[in-house]
């Protein structure tokens, strides 16, 4: 299974992107993740949503401004990220696994992993 995020770029503050993730088969038993990583920062969760679409979770710094998606047709996570904040700037990976809880974000429980994308928000 491969992952490739797409949608990064250059915002201002207040600003949207659409992330996507998409996979080289089918996502249709995964639950998948969004993770981010500013540099000298740990990697942290994002945003999950479970295999069959229900169960989306939010890191509470995220609550209310970034809404996840799956299309599993098309083998694509969304991640629309509304109200952006030069805060949010970092790598977004998206990582997908069988057995992985959403609302836990533990990366070690994700096997598979895209490259990420960079996402900057300006002031």
């Known amino acids: 299974l491969q992952l490739v995020e797409s949608g990064g770029g250059l915002v201002q503050a207040g600003g949207s992107l659409r992330l996507s993730c998409t996979a080289s088969?089918?996502?249709?038993?995964?639950?998948i993740g969004w993770f981010r990583q500013a540099p000298g920062m740990e990697r942290e969760g994002v945003s999950c949503?479970?295999?069959?679409?229900?169960?989306?979770t939010y890191a509470d710094s995220v609550k209310g401004r970034f809404t996840i998606s799956r299309d599993n047709a098309k083998n694509t996570v969304y991640l629309e990220m509304n109200s952006l904040k030069p805060e949010d700037s970092a790598v977004y990976y998206c990582?997908?696994?069988?057995?992985?809880?959403?609302?836990?974000?533990?990366?070690?429980?994700?096997?598979?992993w895209g490259r990420g994308t960079r996402v900057t928000v300006s002031p």
């Open positions: 088969e089918s996502l249709d038993y995964s639950a």
């Open positions: 990582a997908a696994d069988p057995w992985a809880q959403c609302g836990i974000y533990d990366p070690a429980e994700y096997d598979y």
């Open positions: 949503i479970g295999s069959s679409g229900g169960g989306a």
